[in-house]
């Protein structure tokens, strides 16, 4: 089996309790890894340790344990915790006084009698039966998917995780619309002979838990970083000067992507200082209507009605002018047009091995 199933918890390869923890959980590909900025400051010595820490599992999926007092717990342990009904194994992802922060933000209350327990550090056989469950999760997926055809449900089974002690398993679904999945569940509990819990997920979380290459050719960020998705409209293209294609600006997961996002304060900022583009700028040439905008060069294009197809860049500063005479009834002769010096940059290829030339392995002529 490959090493996809460890990854998605933190882990690079077979995890074991002899293993150092810096060398199996700290790596950079994991976007449940949490940089502790709080490690460096020493805590008051009267103050008494935040008994809570952040325990991670699969893909994005994080909650809050209770420790007893005086067991030692740091980041990278493998931890036995509680769970409903058993236990689960997860590994711990962040301790301190930083989970205080983290509960206060997710609104959690550290005094809740709802907050589980750690149990104990996981022993060899608790490792060993949870490295056994991650390997049966991707053939139960498989098998999981052909119960739901057979039962002729409108719904895609998408990932499988099991518990850590493989009496139960959490079965991640997208579907159109309702599902009645009461008849898959006795099948499922059947087959495996565990305890089943049906969870929907939408399209984007699907993404995010599978993961791909964007057209970028990176990996997508809903599964290295982006753990909150925030709703993308299209107004975000439509201030980028994007064209509206379904196809370019839609992901993997069929929705908007989530990078639209990335620069739209930057485009709303610089938009601000333009002039209205749906003014029509009067001439004595003729009537300009607004084509296109380049936000970052301050450059507005216009054509006359009477030749669209002819676009005449204009600057902001120009534009403003042109709309102020209009207010006092002066009408300019044209537009002044923008010259554009553009340089065309040539870029200079150096062969040094000759890898493209089509006679390399021709003889030599004398």
């Not at 740091?74 to 009904?85: L, N, Q, R, T």
Request: proline letters at 3%; glycine letters at 6%; charged letters at 30%.
């Amino acid at each position: 089996m490959d090493n996809n199933g460890y990854l998605s918890r933190g882990c690079k390869g077979y995890p074991k309790p002899t293993h150092k923890k810096e060398a199996i959980f700290k790596h950079g590909c994991n976007k449940l890894d949490v940089y502790d900025w709080l490690q460096d400051i020493p805590s008051p010595k009267d103050l008494k340790g935040f008994d809570c820490i952040e325990v991670r599992f699969k893909n994005s999926r994080k909650d809050f344990f209770k420790f007893t007092p005086g067991t030692e717990v740091c980041i990278g342990d493998i931890v036995a915790v509680e769970a409903m009904p058993g236990h689960d194994i997860g590994i711990v992802s962040l301790t301190g006084d930083l989970v205080w922060f983290q509960m206060r933000k997710k609104k959690v209350n550290p005094a809740s009698s709802e907050i589980k327990k750690v149990y104990r550090k996981a022993k060899s056989s608790d490792i060993d039966k949870w490295v056994s469950a991650i390997e049966q999760e991707q053939p139960t997926m498989f098998k999981s998917r052909k119960i739901a055809l057979e039962l002729n449900l409108e719904m895609k089974i998408s990932d499988v995780e099991y518990q850590g002690d493989k009496t139960k398993a959490i079965f991640y679904y997208t579907a159109d619309a309702r599902v009645d999945f009461r008849e898959l569940i006795k099948r499922l509990a059947e087959e495996f002979m565990i305890r089943v819990e049906m969870r929907q997920i939408g399209a984007r979380q699907e993404s995010g838990r599978l993961g791909g290459i964007g057209a970028c050719g990176r990996e997508l960020c809903c599964s290295t970083w982006l753990t909150q998705f925030k709703s993308v409209s299209t107004n975000s293209a439509r201030l980028q000067q994007l064209s509206l294609n379904p196809q370019k600006l839609a992901g993997q997961c069929s929705k908007l992507k989530c990078c639209l996002n990335y620069e739209y304060d930057t485009y709303s900022d610089a938009v601000k200082d333009f002039p209205d583009s749906d003014k029509i700028l009067k001439t004595q040439a003729g009537d300009a209507i607004h084509q296109k905008t380049d936000i970052f060069r301050g450059i507005m294009w216009y054509s006359y009605t009477s030749s669209t197809e002819r676009f005449i860049p204009v600057s902001v500063e120009k534009v403003r002018e042109v709309i102020e005479k209009n207010k006092n009834n002066i009408i300019p002769e044209m537009l002044d047009e923008l010259i554009l010096h553009e340089e065309e940059k040539k870029i200079d290829f150096e062969n040094v091995v000759g890898q493209d030339d089509i006679t390399r392995f021709d003889s030599a002529k004398k």
